[in-house]
């Protein structure tokens, strides 16, 4: 990084951004919803855009001089259409629950009703929960998983819209390990007369690359994140069918939004045009090989595993069967550089503050070149430690085998 303009002006903020930049190469990140960006990207987060005001869009600015950010602007969205095959995208989000925000006030008034996945078993809380927007806003009906399988029962879901009859129907997760039948959610939805959403900022990185199918071609709408199995700037995108494309550009503004962040959007070009490349399949294919094995590793060494496995980028571990909780796990695991969120597990008997499962994923740690053998050696580490949360002998052995792990994965040079 050539920090040297912010070394002389802030030497205080230089040193946190110095000692930041070694916690993320001196540790494990396996946190689902993070990645590790590419030097390219982080270059152009850092750049002139960010000076400007562009209210509104290409072509109809309440602004002058967005000559150049309106062509900067335009390669991000074609990139995307390009990418996931959509008829009209918006990349103006500021991150994912303002575009979750934006696409439920495209498609429903104050008090129409959709139906989406409970938050404690895989949901968001722009899923309609209680303390969000969507919750106050909208009247929600949630489902959940099978208690048994831990799966999407899709009859269930069915039965459910059918006697709720929603507006729209939400599907998507963040805690979901398993792949989602995107076809039947649209099927279900059109049985009843409800709009189709996905909220794909999770696996948006699988959906393009063809492993996991992709809803954008055939649902009305789909939002992402952008900085997750996608891999580029913490931001967001809509996408939609070319009938929504106004309704959708009115919601992010002017109803939700100001000024556009356009160096995000610069770095989002970025990250779009490394996700259309060849090597990003290969990524994206190893990431859930990884998973895979991460999964199965620990499961062969005791833990249980949610659903009994994974189909995506990431794991929920059931903890308690190792006699932890998920904040304790997860504390633990933290003092040994390896870095995982406690995660309520489907019908948890546990509260959220501390509960019985934590969530694990492959996005960063497969960026950084790990490949399954890395992965059997990191279950055996993570399992130590949840078999030994209070020890400080165990944690300090661990922690020194996960330095030497990340010596031989430099990223950042
Ligand atoms: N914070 C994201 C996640 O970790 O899944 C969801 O907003």
């Known amino acids: 990084m050539h920090l040297e303009a912010l070394k002389e002006v802030d030497p205080k903020l230089y040193s946190l951004i110095i000692q930041e930049k070694e916690r993320q190469m ?17 270059e152009a987060l850092a750049t002139v855009p ?24 335009l390669l991000a969205i074609n990139r995307l259409k390009k990418l996931f095959e959509a008829e009209h995208a ?5 991150s994912g629950s303002p575009a979750n925000m934006a696409a439920l006030f495209a498609f429903l008034k104050p008090g129409e009703k959709f139906m989406a996945m409970r938050l404690d078993m895989g949901g968001h809380l722009t899923h309609g929960h209680k303390v969000n927007f969507s919750g106050v806003l909208f009247k929600v009906v949630h489902y959940g998983v099978d208690p048994k399988t831990e799966l999407l029962d899709y009859d269930a879901i069915e039965r459910l819209a059918k006697k709720e009859k929603p507006s729209l129907l939400l599907s998507g997760y963040t805690a979901y390990p398993r792949a989602i039948d995107f076809k039947r959610f649209r099927e279900i939805a059109d049985s009843v007369g409800a709009y189709a959403m996905a909220d794909i900022a999770h696996i948006a990185g699988l959906c393009c690359t063809g492993m996991h199918e992709n809803p954008v071609p055939y649902f009305d709408v789909v939002t992402t994140t952008t900085h997750k199995t996608l891999r580029g700037p913490r ?8 009938e929504f494309a106004e309704a959708i550009d009115k919601a992010v503004f002017p109803f939700l939004q100001g000024g556009p962040h356009e160096n995000v959007i610069a770095a989002q070009a970025v990250a779009f045009k490394e996700a259309l490349q060849p090597s990003f399949k ?24 949610v659903s009994n496995g994974t189909d995506t980028h990431l794991l929920l571990v059931d903890v308690t069967s190792k006699g932890t909780t998920g904040l304790e796990a997860e504390k633990a695991l933290e003092k040994a550089g390896i870095y995982c969120n406690k995660n309520t597990i489907p019908y948890d008997k546990r509260k959220p503050w501390d509960p019985s499962g934590i969530r694990l994923g492959t996005p960063a740690v497969t960026t950084r070149g790990m490949k399954e053998s890395e992965m059997v ?3 055996y580490l993570i399992n130590r430690i949840i078999e030994n949360p209070k020890s400080k002998a165990v944690i300090e052995k661990v922690k020194a085998e996960i330095k030497e792990l990340c010596k031989q994965f430099p990223f950042y040079e």
């Open 377 to 379: 050696f990191l279950a």
């Open 90 to 94: 918006n990349v103006q989000p500021l």
């Open 26 to 42: 001196q540790g494990v990140e396996l946190i689902p919803s993070e990645n590790l960006v590419s030097q390219a990207v982080l």
């Open 50 to 73: 960010t000076n400007k005001y562009s209210e509104g869009y290409a072509g109809k600015r309440y602004y002058g001089g967005n000559e150049i950010i309106d062509k900067i602007e």
């Open 235 to 242: 931001g967001a995108a809509i996408m939609c069918k070319k």
């Open 282 to 305: 290969r990524y994206a294919k190893q990431v859930v090989k990884n998973a895979r094995v991460l999964a199965e590793e620990l499961a062969s060494l005791g833990n249980r595993i």
